[in-house]
């Protein structure tokens, strides 16, 4: 890649003779081989990463449509990222990750409290907490309530549930760009 600043290049960009030319952020002229044509279909792993690519992009311009959105990414700009569409289109390519689920205070009964540790790189809207039995009947499901922090999310149980013996928890994460991660998590 070489970047030009002089006269013969001043205004010039696309495609010419194998080269493409893009104007940088500081006005520079960058100069790149210009990408081969490929004729054979996308896989499904390159078909799905330009799918994703798409919808952050649609987001990333909904968010930049809407002045108190845009405000929020903006707040994000650092020397990585440069601009709120930028750090919406991150968001949205990157959804909530647990880190620990602590169910050492569940006991099956009303009150008790699990504990769950998850992270977004924007920001995690809601955490939603299912408990079923073997058979896949549900006991309860219900939000969980984000505490000071930001990282820990507790979810206050209010069923009797006379034996945890194969029961699982599901754990769903959303983020504000309309992500969801999951967890199953068995009983301990």
């Known amino acids: 890649m070489a970047k030009a600043t002089n006269a013969l290049t001043q205004g010039i960009s696309g495609n010419v003779s194998g080269l493409q030319f893009r104007r940088g952020r500081d006005g520079s002229i960058i100069i790149l081989n210009a990408p081969r044509a490929t004729t054979k279909p996308a896989s499904a792993a390159q078909q799905a990463q330009r ?10 311009r909904a968010v930049l449509a809407d002045p108190a959105a845009k405000a929020d990414y903006a707040e994000r700009i650092n020397e990585k990222v440069g601009s709120a569409y930028q750090v919406a289109v991150q968001d949205k390519l990157t ?6 689920v602590y169910l050492d205070a569940y006991n099956g009964r009303p009150a008790d409290v699990i504990r769950i540790e998850v992270s977004d790189d924007f920001t995690v809207t809601r955490v939603r907490v299912t408990i079923a039995n073997p058979d896949g009947s549900v006991v309860e499901s219900g939000d969980a309530v984000l505490q000071p922090g930001g990282l820990e999310w507790r979810y206050t149980a209010t069923a009797n549930n006379a034996s945890l013996l194969g029961d699982t928890f599901l754990l769903e994460a959303f983020d504000r760009a309309g992500n969801r991660a999951t967890r199953l998590q068995p009983a301990a």
């Open 51 to 60: 799918d994703a690519f798409r919808a952050a992009s649609a987001f990333g």
């Open 95 to 100: 959804a909530p990750e647990f880190h620990a």
